[in-house]
T-cell receptor, first 113, second 109 residues
């Protein structure tokens, strides 16, 4: 298995632009998680899905952030419009079951200028 | 609500010295997991502890789960430069894992 796949690996954009991050979870995993990591705030859970359904989006910072999971093999995290404070590493992770081992993707390093 | 602290936040050691990081909870944990994140990398699962008083070893790494299931530790014997990174504990919430703040380990060769 290729593991969790994320794209792009790096993204540099200007303030106000739309950013879309993509994730392909491990096949057969029912849970998908989006995290944001910064030096100041550590690893934060933004949202997670179970069988493609968003379960808890309480970690999404504000309405500029949205996430979708149209099918079991694909999810997106969108920021519109982006702001410099959104600069962070965004990780996608998947797991077979709730509270079980999470497998993280390589992350997307986002820089908003 | 549940309070879990991971300490220390940072630890710098000389190569060959031992290292320990702790996770302490105000309430009983159903299980605890440990992850390692290398600089520039992503968190990677190391181990899961479920039973009270459980001790597991992986080469130079020793993981413990307290008798009351309120604390856990990761101990590295004779650190090597390959051990550098951030070590996170994570515990099971209602339907998700909650990650600690992590302990960042640096090793001076």
């Amino acid at each position: 298995d290729a593991g969790v796949i994320q794209s792009p690996r790096h993204e540099v954009t200007e303030m106000g632009q739309e950013v879309t991050l993509r994730c392909k979870p491990i096949s057969g995993h029912d849970y998908l998680f989006w995290y944001r990591q910064t030096m100041m705030r550590g690893l934060e859970l933004l949202i997670y899905f179970n069988n493609n359904v968003p379960i808890d989006d309480s970690g999404m910072p504000e309405d500029r952030f949205s996430a979708k999971m149209p099918n079991a093999s694909f999810s997106t995290l969108k920021i519109q419009p982006s702001e410099p404070r959104d600069s962070a590493v965004y990780f996608c992770a998947s797991s077979f079951a709730a509270r079980e081992t999470q497998y993280f993707g390589p992350g997307t390093r986002l820089l908003v200028l | 609500g549940q309070q879990v602290m991971q300490i220390p936040q940072y630890q710098h050691v000389q190569e060959g010295e031992d290292f320990t990081t702790y996770c302490n909870s105000s309430t009983t944990l159903s299980n605890i997991q440990w992850y390692k994140q290398r600089p520039g990398g992503h968190p990677v699962f190391l181990i899961q502890l479920v039973k009270s008083g459980e001790v597991k070893k992986q080469k130079r790494l020793t993981f413990q789960f307290g008798e009351a299931k309120k604390n856990s530790s990761l101990h590295i014997t004779a650190t090597q430069t390959t051990d550098v990174g951030t070590y996170f504990c994570a515990w099971g919430g209602s339907e998700k894992l909650v990650f600690g703040k992590g302990t960042k380990l640096t090793v001076n060769p």
